[in-house]
């Protein structure tokens, strides 16, 4: 699992999703967006959208952030970056560690989490969130 932070709190996703962290640099908004979509990023040359997964998970607002790392994952068919506080690094969990999500978590937070180990750290169900029809944007603008 390669753990993170988001705003005091500390989450992981499976390491078999993720290309690499990436700072976060020239960050571009894009137009027409749903509000967790806060731009793309280039990375050599690859066009990137990044995803601010407190916004994705309905997560609250809580305590300064400092999001200056892209942690870039790979769904079937695309890439995108994930903001994170600070990348803390990658390590094991067993998977019969996890308990269920909180009960006090309800609606899109819970559909999107794997579990929560004994420390608190909360596993991120990365393919859930990848296989989500909203991070797909079908708008266009009208010039």
């Known amino acids: 699992m390669l753990e993170f932070r988001l705003a005091q709190e500390r989450y992981a996703v499976e390491s078999r999703y993720v290309q690499e ?7 571009t908004p894009l137009p027409c ?68 999500s909180l009960p006090t978590l309800t609606g899109v937070r819970n559909e999107y989490l794997k579990g929560v180990t004994a420390e608190r750290l909360v596993l991120v169900d990365l393919q859930r969130v990848l296989s989500d029809p909203r991070i797909i944007v079908h708008d266009e603008v009208a010039v």
């Open 21 to 27: 962290v990436h700072p976060l640099k020239e960050l």
């Open 33 to 100: 967006t749903p509000p967790f979509v806060v731009g793309i990023v280039n990375v050599r040359g690859r066009i990137v959208p990044v995803l601010d997964l407190k916004r994705f998970l309905d997560l609250p607002e809580k305590g300064l952030t400092d999001l200056h790392r892209v942690i870039l994952v790979r769904g079937q068919d695309f890439e995108v970056g994930l903001l994170a506080d600070v990348v803390v690094g990658v390590r094991s969990i067993p998977i019969d560690s996890l308990q269920p």
